[in-house]
């Protein structure tokens, strides 16, 4: 099985909150996990990604948890704010090769002011 | 760094006509170019994987005949999709990377609304 199942659909924070987003995975033989956040009209673009090897993956605001008994992963973004309105896809893929990514289906985030 | 370039951002044209659209990786070489395709509020799906100077790999469903696409060089892969069909509308994103370790970078999408 190829599907990321990702859930919310949509969350809506208050400013300063934590928004968490998770992303459950089947295939056993994906081992490179990236978040990409895409803005209205423009082409996703990547925010962090993890591998297998590590549990937790922190880049600022923005902190990757990582369940591979679970084949579960989540991204929790800190002090959430209005500018990170946005719609959130985990992916997944193989590392080596061409690394097709398989994307989750979204979560419209809205952080209100 | 890492910029993908894709053009037109919009392009709006009559059934039946073909519809050429350019990804270009502007700082980077890029062996691996992917495209994509997004209805409104849904995920990104892949349609085709280019290598340069190599024919591309579809995914299932997508018809080759329909969107053909070509890898000439490592900066440029273009889709084309011929005899547009309003059900053809959508949202067309190209990605880049390099082999190793890079991740994919993403254009701006182009917006086809077939009329």
Redesign the interface.
Known sequence: QQQVKQSPQSLIVQKGGISIINCAYENTAFDYF?W?QQFP??????LI?IRPDVSEKKEGRFTISFNKSAKQFSLHIMDSQPGDSATY?CAASV?RG?????????T?LTVLP | GAVVSQHPSRVICKSGTSVKIECRSLDFQATTMFWYRQFPKQSLMLMATSNEGSKATYEQGVEKDKFLINHASLTLSTLTVTSAHPEDSSFYICSARVAGGSPQHFGDGTRLSIL
Not at chain 1, 41 to 46: D, E, F, Q, S, W
């Open positions: 990236p990409y009209g423009k082409g996703p673009a990547l990604a896809f590392f061409a690394r097709q990514l398989t994307f989750g289906s979204g419209q």
